[in-house]
């Protein structure tokens, strides 16, 4: 792990301390080691305390795990409805009043809706999904703004027991395409256009040109958003509002086995095929219940803002499932946090008095470079807990949210998971832990977490890989029509273990640092892509030969996308064709930030494509051993240009 080590080296270990405040501590849900206490001494029986504490069941369990390496089960033979868990119990609670969402418009409009609301809602679209010939076990795909329907949607799929699979807006019509299909999915729901810095997004567009290579799909519905023009085919379009006008008030939730597939969600791995990562239904309810209630001390009367989109796994399990199990009073948000002015956040935290706060390390860079006076405009005393998710977070940018955005007061949950995990895995809880600025802490109570070293032993101190010693209640339960992938690519490496793809460091207090992805894999913005999808999408350009793609440091973005481009002979491109042909394959996300025009990419004599050096040129770090190179003057010509790119930014 030779790239890893370089950053265990490059590490500056930090040596500031924060301990919950008394004030935090006296009205906080869990201070102490009573939690850890608990868990450590029977890890299953914790969760079944968890899973009985804050769901609701239609029948017990009769075991609480069944292991089978590598495939797990959760609360077997148990049953619930996870929209009822989300819904219907509030309101028989008498808690049909609560604001679920103060839902905000990127224009300004803003929706109130609270949980009778959104019953009612997901009732009538679950019986519109059930009209349209969706049964439990069927698929259904998503691919809209952030916009209430959106939770309505995925609502009513648990409703009737059918798998939701949510792609995110910004994914092209290919990427969309090609996640329908491998889902096989019946319907598509979907918007005319949502709003992104102050104009309509076409989204029915780019899913027209998806659907017609999507033989599974049957029907499509359509909410009206963004006002853009749109074409409706005849028998298999629909309007949201004309199905929901005629649909039916009343759909009872039918119990669920736990193990029912609740969703896919696609997610980049080290190859160049999304996989389709399976949650289903009790074990994934009970973590993110749990871990939405206790890493941000949820009570009652707060009002709680995850700003991720609904399209990622945070949306899911911290926007949707999480705080609507617990009956939490939320913000959601439109659009970006730069409309109409750059302290848009902060204006929002203000108007609705948002006391929970959580989001990503590259927005907070983002909000550094924005500059102080921006939350400096607004009253943001009502905030208690501060969050973070989706890459490390360096120390500058965890003490620029600690002073700037909590006021010195919040304690700050960087919060470590994936898509795979589904729910919190390693993070402080924010009136138990100490926390140090840069360092997700501790792996939660139930969570078996060890960092290994590359033989698989446990390393007590010092840098090495992240792996999970057993099962868990929100797991992956495997990766969609590809069991073997889903044992080789997790479970393959260590025995036994569960691998992250993440190298982490333990340091003499045993507080865990992470360091990034050891494999293919890039974090862009939070965002997970892999380096071989983008080289795929290079390569299927009708001019380029060859293409290696890395991911370099980047201070806003944490990494960026560098791309290194050999082109047919005769052939030319100009730069930014090339960055839109690779938005229209994969997304805009996936553009390349840079792309270096080279006659040959540097290569060992073997012919393998020196990407670990390609990845040093990219960060202009003086190159090690390059004997083994094939050409040497290929890296010599491509340092140059690197500098000559370094200096022109
Ligand atoms: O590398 C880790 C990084 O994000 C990866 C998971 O990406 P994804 O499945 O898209 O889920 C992101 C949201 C949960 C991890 O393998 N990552 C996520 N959170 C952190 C993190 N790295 C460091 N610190 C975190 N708090």
Redesign the pocket.
């Known amino acids: 792990m030779s790239d890893s080590a370089n950053t265990i080296d490059a590490l500056q270990w930090e040596n500031r301390r924060f301990p919950p405040s008394e004030e935090f501590k006296q009205q906080a849900l869990v201070t102490g080691t009573f939690m850890y206490d608990d868990a450590a001494a029977d890890d299953e029986g914790f969760w079944a305390r968890q899973a009985a504490d804050l769901l609701d069941w239609n029948s017990e369990w009769s075991t609480i795990c069944e292991w089978n390496l590598p495939f797990a089960k959760w609360f077997v033979g148990g049953t619930l409805n996870v929209s009822y868990n989300c819904l219907d119990r509030h309101v028989l609670a008498g808690r049909g009043d609560k604001v679920a969402f103060h839902w905000e418009g990127e224009p300004g409009d803003s929706r109130t809706i609270t949980y009778a609301d959104l019953l009612a809602e997901t009732q009538r679209f679950a019986n519109v999904l059930k009209g349209l010939g969706v049964t439990t076990g069927d698929r259904v795909n998503i691919y809209l703004p952030m916009i209430p329907e959106a939770a309505v949607a995925m609502l009513a799929c648990a409703r009737i027991g059918a798998a939701h699979s949510v792609v995110f807006g910004g994914f092209s019509a290919h990427s969309l395409r090609d996640r329908i299909n491998d889902a096989e999915a019946k319907v598509l729901i979907t918007a005319d256009g949502g709003y992104r810095r102050g104009e309509v997004f076409a989204l029915k567009p780019v899913a027209d040109e998806a659907l017609a290579d999507t033989p599974s799909i049957t029907d499509v519905v359509v909410v009206r958003r963004g006002g853009n023009d749109v074409e409706m085919q005849d028998g298999r379009d629909h309007w949201y509002h004309d199905l929901m006008a005629t649909a039916d008030a009343d759909c009872p939730a039918e119990p669920m086995d736990s193990e029912q597939l609740l969703f896919l969600l696609y997610?980049s791995g080290t190859t160049g095929k999304p996989k389709g990562i399976m949650h289903t239904s009790g074990g994934y309810l009970t973590q993110v219940a749990f871990t939405h209630k206790y890493v941000f001390d949820l009570h009652d009367d707060d009002v709680y803002w995850c700003t991720a989109d609904v399209g990622?796994?945070?949306g899911h399990s911290y926007i949707v499932y999480g705080p609507l199990a617990n009956g939490a009073t939320q913000v959601m948000y439109e659009g970006v946090p730069n409309f109409p002015g750059n302290d848009r956040f902060w204006a929002i935290i203000a108007k609705y008095g948002v006391t929970k706060f959580y989001t990503a390390p590259t927005a907070i860079r983002t909000f550094m470079k924005w500059g102080t006076q921006e939350p400096a405009k607004h009253d943001l005393s009502s905030l208690q807990v501060l969050g973070?998710?989706?890459?490390?977070?360096n120390p500058e940018a965890w003490m620029w949210y600690h002073e700037h955005i909590g006021g010195g007061r919040c304690p700050i949950v960087?919060?470590?998971?994936?898509?795979?995990t589904g729910g919190v895995m390693?993070s402080p809880l924010p009136g138990a832990t100490t926390t140090k600025p840069g360092s997700?802490t501790f792996p939660l109570p139930g969570i078996g977490m060890e960092v290994v070293d590359e033989n698989g032993a446990r390393i007590e101190r010092g840098g090495g890989y992240l792996t999970l010693t057993r099962p868990w209640p929100s797991m992956l339960r495997g990766i969609w029509g590809d069991p073997q992938r889903y044992a080789e690519t997790y479970w393959g490496r260590f025995d036994g273990r569960y691998f992250?793809?993440?190298g982490a460091k333990l340091d003499d207090d045993g507080y865990l640092w992470?360091l990034?992805?050891v494999d293919d894999?890039m974090?862009v913005s939070?965002?997970?892509i892999s380096t071989t999808e983008v080289e795929s999408a290079l390569v299927a350009h009708p001019s380029v030969a060859e293409a290696a793609v890395v991911g370099a440091n980047d201070a806003t973005t944490g990494q960026a996308i560098i791309a290194y481009v050999t082109l047919r002979g005769g052939a030319t491109v100009d730069e930014q064709d090339l960055r839109q042909f690779v938005g229209e394959e994969i997304g805009h996300i996936a553009k390349p930030k840079t792309i270096y025009f080279t006659q040959e990419l540097p290569k060992t004599r073997s012919g393998k494509i020196m990407r670990r050096l390609l990845r040093d040129v990219a960060e202009g770090r003086n190159l090690g051993d390059t004997s083994t190179l094939a050409d040497a003057n290929v890296v010599a010509e491509l340092q140059r240009r690197a500098a000559e790119t370094a200096s022109e930014d």
């Open positions: 997610t990622w796994i945070t973070s998710v989706g890459e490390p977070i960087d919060t470590w998971w994936q898509t795979e390693i997700a992250a793809g993440d992470l990034g992805r894999v974090n939070g965002h997970r």
